[in-house]
């Protein structure tokens, strides 16, 4: 689990992502079936830990992470995380139902305190990785935070920064230059057919060498696809 919360009646809250297809869910859930390669969850436990009072699956067909976690006073769980593409789950007349690029956008979620309904569901992101770290909920609205790689990550007129002040490493290597081809189809533990794959790409675009930017999966991937 990623994120964990505790309601008034000690009843415990956990929520992160599961790449299992018999993750336990209960009657009624939301999402009963694992869709991606990796779906956000949420489960809610009674003080005990010793009953599962409700449990969903919450994705669309890529990777979807639930990354916070909070309550409100009525028990309704609000949730943020990351989502690879098109197929999150919104709801009708979000903010955005359309997946923006990179490798992730940001959502935001509201479920009821059974994990049955989705209340309210948007993302939120542009055109590059954005990545919504915290969540906070509040009478006057939601509040999430975290970081964004996009030039054009929605912001309002007053904004205290409204445009990106930092770059990417392909902006970087751009100024020396240099046009590197990105491949980003590289999932948690990568498989066989995401090596080959990247291995075909880097042959035809006959570039000189592989750079891994990220933690362990990127970089064992960029090795295989080396050799």
Not at 73 to 93: A, M, Q
Not at 104 to 132: A, M, Q, R
Not at 186 to 215: F, I, N
């Amino acid at each position: 689990p990623d994120t964990i919360a505790v309601d008034g009646f000690n009843n415990v809250y956990v929520a992160g992502v599961t790449r299992s297809t018999n993750f336990p869910v209960t009657a009624g859930a939301f999402q009963r079936d694992l869709k991606g390669w990796g779906d956000g969850f949420v489960s809610k436990l009674d003080s005990t830990l010793g009953s599962l009072l409700g449990s969903t699956y919450i994705g669309g067909s890529n990777y979807d992470r639930v990354l916070s976690l909070q309550l409100d006073l009525n028990s309704d769980i609000y949730i943020s995380g990351i989502t690879g593409g098109n197929g999150f789950p919104t709801t009708n007349l979000p903010y955005s139902s359309v997946f923006g690029g990179g490798e992730h956008d940001g959502f935001v979620s509201k479920l009821d305190g059974g994990l049955s309904n989705l209340l309210f569901s948007t993302y939120i992101g542009g055109s590059e990785n954005d990545w919504p770290n915290e969540l906070a909920v509040t009478a006057s609205g939601i509040y999430i935070a975290g970081n964004s790689f996009s030039s054009n990550f929605p912001t309002t007129a007053g904004a205290y920064q409204p445009l990106l002040a930092g770059g990417t490493l392909l902006t970087l290597a751009g100024h020396f230059g240099i046009q590197p081809i990105r491949f980003v189809s590289v999932s948690p533990h990568p498989r066989d057919t995401q090596v080959r794959s990247g291995a075909a790409l880097y042959r035809e675009a006959a570039r000189d060498a592989v750079v891994a930017v990220g933690g362990g999966s990127p970089m064992d991937a960029a090795k295989a696809i080396a050799v």
